[in-house]
């Protein structure tokens, strides 16, 4: 049978002797205590041992009431017994200025989830004097580019564009680019680069070519048939000048006190016009021979020009004078 009680002037009070207990008797483990009000507990421990709890408010404050600046006992936040392992704790900690999940042997515990959202903000993953790390994942850098049955990187996924690879996939991929990808370039330097630069016909439509360039300037190109340097040009067997307006001299000169020596039969071909008097020392050339019978002129720094003598005209002008 229901009872009701109704106080409808003033408060309604049950007291007991100080440290006594008030029951609330629905029967052992069954029953409903209902409260149509609001709930204040002022005591200094609250004990919940249903197994099923529902709370309908979507915030839950602690530490509530704190006057000072942070949470003035260091931390805050929720502990998980664990019976017979050590307890589990996930709180705000103000040394670290962040959550974190540790145990109660101050050992840092893993995190399960799929994605962590910066909200647009710079994502710092600090591991202090550590490292960071995707172990124990089995084979990572598979994950990250192509491999063959064997274990052969084989190339790069464009579809992973976005995948962080670990240390081996770094390894691997050096390895395959310095066996399967042509380097255009080469070079050293900040301000002004040495390098070796290729470019080939088959991407620039133009001829295939290596160019040397010293502190940013070329110093030689390499073609299919020929060296350009600075100044020289060396096509097959022939060696000749390629800058200025054509009158630049080539040079062979034999470094100390050596000299320029030629081992074999030397070829000087006839001369278009006849050279101008050198301003030091000797010039020879080729023209059409005249009395010397030799074809062989000298021109000389004093001016003097003539025809090298033939032996047996030599002979001859040797008896004749």
């Known amino acids: 049978m229901s009872k009701y009680l109704n106080v409808p002037n003033g408060d309604y009070k049950i007291s007991v002797q100080t440290g006594g207990t008030i029951y609330l008797n629905t029967g052992f483990e069954t029953g409903t205590v209902e409260l149509s009000g609001n709930l204040l507990v002022k005591g200094t421990t609250t004990t919940v041992e249903s197994i099923t709890t529902t709370i309908k408010d979507n915030i839950i404050t602690l530490n509530a009431g704190e006057l000072g600046a942070g949470v003035t006992l260091n931390e805050a936040g929720i502990e998980i017994d664990r019976g017979q392992f050590t307890n589990a704790f996930f709180k705000y900690d103000e040394d670290v200025n962040g959550f974190i999940a540790i145990n109660g042997a101050s050992q840092l515990l893993p995190l399960a989830t799929n994605e962590i959202d910066s909200r647009n903000q710079s994502l710092t993953l600090n591991a202090g004097s550590s490292t960071i790390n995707v172990s124990p ?16 990187l084989t190339g790069y996924n464009s579809a992973k564009a976005d995948t962080i690879p670990n240390t081996q ?25 040495s390098s070796v630069e290729i470019d080939d016909e088959e991407n620039t439509g133009n001829p295939s070519v290596i160019v040397f360039k010293i502190d940013a300037v070329p110093v030689a190109e390499v073609y299919s048939d020929r060296w350009d340097f600075s100044e020289v040009r060396i096509t097959g067997t022939t060696i000749e000048t390629i800058n200025g307006t054509g ?4 040079v062979l000169r034999a470094n100390g006190t050596g000299n320029v020596r ?5 070829d000087i071909n006839s001369t278009a016009s006849v050279p101008a008097f050198p301003t030091d020392g000797i010039r020879l050339y080729v023209d059409n021979q005249y009395t010397g019978k030799s074809g062989i002129y000298f ?21 004749l004078f």
């Open 247 to 250: 009158s630049q001299d080539l």
């Open 137 to 152: 994942t089995v084979d990572y850098e598979r994950k990250v580019f192509t491999y063959d049955g064997f274990g052969n």
């Open 262 to 266: 030629i081992d074999d039969i030397l």
């Open 169 to 193: 996939a770094v390894v691997d991929y050096v390895a395959y680019n310095f066996a399967n990808v042509f380097l255009r370039q080469i070079g050293d330097g900040i301000a002004s680069i």
């Open 299 to 319: 021109a000389n720094d004093e001016g003097n020009r003539d025809e090298l003598v033939s032996k047996n005209r030599a002979l001859l002008f040797g008896m």
